[in-house]
T-cell receptor
Framework: GAGVSQTPSNKVTEKGKYVELRCDPI?????LYWYRQSLGQGPEFLIY????????DSGLPNDRFFAVRPEGSVSTLKIQRTERGDSAVYLC?????????????FGDGTRLSIL | QKEVEQNSGPLSVPEGAIASLNCTYS??????FFWYRQYSGKSPELIMS????GDKEDGRFTAQLNKASQYVSLLIRDSQPSDSATYLC??????????????FGKGTKLSVIP
């Protein structure tokens, strides 16, 4: 089926605004991950969902960041009171199940720019 | 302390040569290792996974894992200009209490010169 889909592909907004980033994982994938990638760096983990629940949110940088996955499929990453330092590419990945041997497949990302 | 280390490069090789990309990791208990290719402005694309010591071959790509030395490498044979990209090493670290997040290196930029 289709790969991981992320919308929007680009988002430009002003400092202090609220943004929502959407991820639609590969059909049937139960595990969903959010990462953030800054220029010249590898992706950094934000949060992991297994089904509807956030199994690990240890990578969220502060309480301005929140993510949900209410029906165990589509996920939304929400950022309140955006700051210029939040500018990055936000990547979503999904895998067939949790586990050490389940490769993660990435979407094309959302490039977020905070002016 | 960075837990996954890669030489940032750039690594330049002539077309047709073997490109060798290296990665070390600090967590001795890690069990799962992945190589992703990322073209400029694009998302990471999985090209190899390896879970046990030794070599794993897939077409022109060979992944090598040495857990005793905490070292994983990627060899690209008969390099092509289309292989020019940043190669990211990713590891699932142990002790994650059920989280299977990937920890990435910074990536090695490879340039294949025609």
């Amino acid at each position: 089926g289709a790969g991981v889909s992320q919308t929007p592909s680009n988002k430009v907004t002003e400092k202090g605004k609220y943004v929502e980033l959407r991820c639609d994982p590969i059909s049937g994938h139960t595990a969903l991950y959010w990462y953030r990638q800054s220029l010249g760096q590898g992706p950094e983990f934000l949060i992991y969902f297994q089904g509807t629940g956030a199994a690990d949110d240890s990578g969220l940088p502060n309480d301005r960041f929140f993510a949900v996955r209410p029906e165990g499929s589509v996920s939304t990453l929400k950022i309140q009171r955006t700051e210029r330092g939040d500018s990055a590419v936000y990547l979503c990945a999904s895998s067939n199940d949790r586990g050490l041997n389940q490769p993660q497949h990435f979407g094309d990302g959302t490039r977020l720019s905070i002016l | 302390q960075k837990e996954v280390e890669q030489n940032s490069g750039p690594l330049s090789v002539p077309e047709g040569a073997i490109a060798s990309l290296n990665c070390t990791y600090s967590d001795r208990g890690s069990q799962s290792f992945f190589w992703y290719r990322q073209y400029s402005g694009k998302s990471p694309e999985l090209i190899m996974s390896i879970y046990s010591n030794g070599d794993k071959e897939d077409g022109r790509f060979t992944a090598q894992l040495n857990k005793a030395s905490q070292y994983v490498s990627l060899l690209i044979r008969d390099s092509q200009p289309s292989d020019s990209a940043t190669y990211l090493c990713a590891v699932i670290l142990s002790g994650g209490a059920g989280s299977y997040q990937l920890t990435f290196g910074k990536g090695t930029k490879l340039s294949v010169i025609p």
